[in-house]
C-alpha cells in the first residue's frame, strides 16, 4: 500500500512555523500583508480566495480582499495593482486567475511589482527561476517540492516526469526538479508514447487537468506519484488527474485529491508572502 503524502497535515506544519517568524518579525516592525485581488464570480476562485484568506489569518499575516465585479476594466484593474504596487503595509499582491476575458492576463501579471509578485508569473520572477537565483518559488511547484520531500525519496539522480508544461505548474516544476538533480521528462498533448514514459519515472508529477488520466498501469511500481489535477466531476465530486484506486496499488507515495497538493499551494503563498515582506520590509 502507498505512503499517503498528506498535503494538508504537511501544510499545517509549514504554516504554524510561518506564525512564529511572522510573530518574531512583527516584534522588528517587520508586518507582511498580502492583497488578493479576484475579479468577477468564478465559484473556483472564490473558494480558493477564500482559502488565502483563511491562511492568512492563520499565520498572522495581513491581509486585504479585493472583490471586483465582472465588468472592471482592465484600467481599473491596472490602477489597483498600481496603487498597491506602492502601499508599504502591503507585501505581496496576487490577482487570482483566470481574470474575466476582456482583460489580457499577461499585461495584469507584467504589472505586478516583482518584488511584491508572491504567485512568481511575473517574467522577470520566472526568468530568476530559470537561472536557479530566486526569491519567490512558485506556489504549486513548491508545494510539491516539499511533498516529495515527505516521501522521504531523493530527487536527485532521479527519474522525474511531469505531465503537463503550462507556465503556472509544468514548466516551473521541471525547473525545480532539475534544480535538484533529478533526470527531467517533460509531456505534453503531443508526447507519443505516454505510459512509456511515465513507466520509466521514480517521480511523477501529473498536472493535466483531465480527471483519472494517469492509470494504476501507467506507473512505476514503487514510484512518487504526485497529482496537482483539481477536476470537478458531474457528481460535483473533486478528483484529480491520477486515478487513485488504481495508482495507489502501484506507487510507493502518493498524494489524494483533495487534501495533497492544494493545501500546499496555500502554504507556500504565505511562506512568499512573509518573504515579501522581509525583502520590501513592510509595515
Ligand atoms: P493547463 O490546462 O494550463 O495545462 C495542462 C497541460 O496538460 C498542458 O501542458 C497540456 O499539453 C497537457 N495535456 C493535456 N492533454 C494531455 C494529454 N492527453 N496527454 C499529455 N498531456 C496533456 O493546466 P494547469 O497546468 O494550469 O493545471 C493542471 C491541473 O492542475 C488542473 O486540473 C488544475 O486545476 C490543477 N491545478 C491545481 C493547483 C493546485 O493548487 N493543486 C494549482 C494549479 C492548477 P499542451 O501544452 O500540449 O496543451
Redesign the pocket.
Known sequence: MAKLLMGKEVSARIKAELKTEVDKLKEKGIVPGLAVIIVGEDPASQVYVRNKERACEECGIYSEKYALPEETTQEELLELINTLNNKTSISGILVQLPVPKHIDEKTIINAIAPNKDVDAFHPVNVGKIMVGNYDFMP??PA?VMELIKESGVEVSGKECVV????????KPQAMLLLHQNGTVTI?????KN?AEKTKNADILVA????PN?IKGDMIKEGAVVID????RLENKKLC??VEFETAEKVAGAITPVPG???P???AMLMKNTVKAAIINKSK
Open positions: 506556489c504549486t508545494g505531465v503537463g508544461r503550462s507556465n503556472i505548474v509544468g509531456c505534453h498533448s503531443r508526447t505516454l498536472a493535466v487537468g483531465i488520466f496537482v489535477g483539481i477536476n484529480g488527474d495533497g497538493v492544494g500546499m499551494t496555500v
